[in-house]
């Protein structure tokens, strides 16, 4: 019964994050009609820009569904685009050998992490506090120079587009224009369908909700809580790799005061998604939408033309309060109950 009750919470609160994103950008498309908000294109360019966003998205509700939190991502995000540039443009190292290195950079980082919060019972915030320090500084130590990626490997897997075969409009010339997606949204949407299907339908799935829910009737049911939280953190250690390439993929260089505040996005993008703050309740699918009212926001303001970028904090700012206060609402009638 219990299991059903956090289930239509969680359903609700999805439902809401989704139907505010529609509303926001039926909105779009009537205010900005005339610049084109409305087409296939645009939509697809919320994707576009917010691929990295939304792999390092899924690894934060995964480790924030346990009650934990990572604040290190953004300077991880950081270091890894600074480690790709720097091999591929000072240390004569191919592309895909590369992105395998940063892949298993991040999955040691997370293993470290994991281990401190795991093992040594030490406060999420604090272990990736130093996370984050310690990738920011290494970024400055690898380079305190912008280094721009001219690496012909990596230059064309950015610049690859796919087709879509609907939506297209005429241009001027009276040619078709069809609308496209770069690699990096297929592989940020398939990592998401899977990471669904892993919290939903397999052990270690709901060992992460069980765990976030409530670690001692965890631990009584014979789960190894130390373990799952481990796991979690190598998880969202792979994530964050993951994400940086696909980031440095949009951005194509690495400098140090890159993606800060990255980690905020990440963090506000599952919130707004549903995923509580005390954990044992989320859905990679709801951050996905959290990421997509972020870039309508950023839309809104790129197509008015006059307002300021900060606006876009502000707004995602009262968004926050919104979802966080809904939430507590929905667990005190819960309580009640």
């Not at 001027?172 to 496209?180: E, N, Q, S």
């Not at 990096?184 to 052990?203: N, R």
């Amino acid at each position: 019964m219990k299991e059903k009750k956090k289930l239509n919470q969680n359903t609700f609160l999805l439902l809401v994050t989704i139907l505010l994103f529609f509303v926001m950008y039926a909105i779009g498309c009537v205010l900005f009609n005339a610049q084109g908000f409305a087409k296939t294109q645009n939509f697809l360019n919320l994707f576009i820009s917010n691929a990295g966003l939304i792999v390092i998205g899924i690894g934060m509700t995964i480790v924030m569904i346990t009650g934990g939190i990572d604040i290190s991502v953004g300077s991880f995000v950081a270091m890894g685009c600074m480690m790709l540039a720097w091999m591929m443009e000072k240390g004569g190292i191919g592309a895909v050998p590369a992105v395998l290195i940063v892949l298993v950079t991040g999955i040691v980082f997370g293993l470290v992490q994991g281990f401190l919060v795991a093992y040594m019972d030490i406060q999420p915030f604090i272990v990736t506090l130093a996370g984050m320090f310690f990738a920011r500084g290494m970024t400055a130590i690898i380079s305190k120079d912008m280094i721009s990626i001219t690496n012909e490997t990596f230059m064309a897997w950015a610049k690859m587009k796919l087709y879509i075969p609907f939506g297209g409009y005429l241009n001027k010339k009276g040619m078709m224009i069809y609308p496209y997606i770069y690699p990096t949204v297929v592989i940020a949407l398939v990592l998401l369908v899977l990471a669904f299907i892993m919290l939903k339908y397999t052990k270690f799935g709901r060992s992460i909700y069980a765990i976030g829910g409530n670690e001692q009737s965890a631990l009584m049911m014979g789960l190894n809580v130390r373990r799952v939280k481990l796991k979690a953190y190598i998880l969202d250690g792979f994530l964050c790799g993951v994400g940086s390439v696909l980031f440095c993929l949009n951005t194509l260089g690495g400098f140090v005061e890159q993606a800060k505040g990255f980690e905020m996005d990440a963090i506000a993008s599952s919130v707004i998604g549903g995923t509580l703050l005390t954990g044992g309740v989320g859905n990679v699918f709801g951050t996905l939408f959290g990421v997509l009212i972020k870039a309508t926001i950023e839309a809104f303001i790129t197509f008015q033309g006059t307002l300021s970028s900060w606006w876009t904090r502000i707004t995602i700012a009262a968004l926050l309060c919104f979802f966080i206060v809904l939430q507590s609402i929905l667990a005190m009638v819960k309580k009640k109950k």
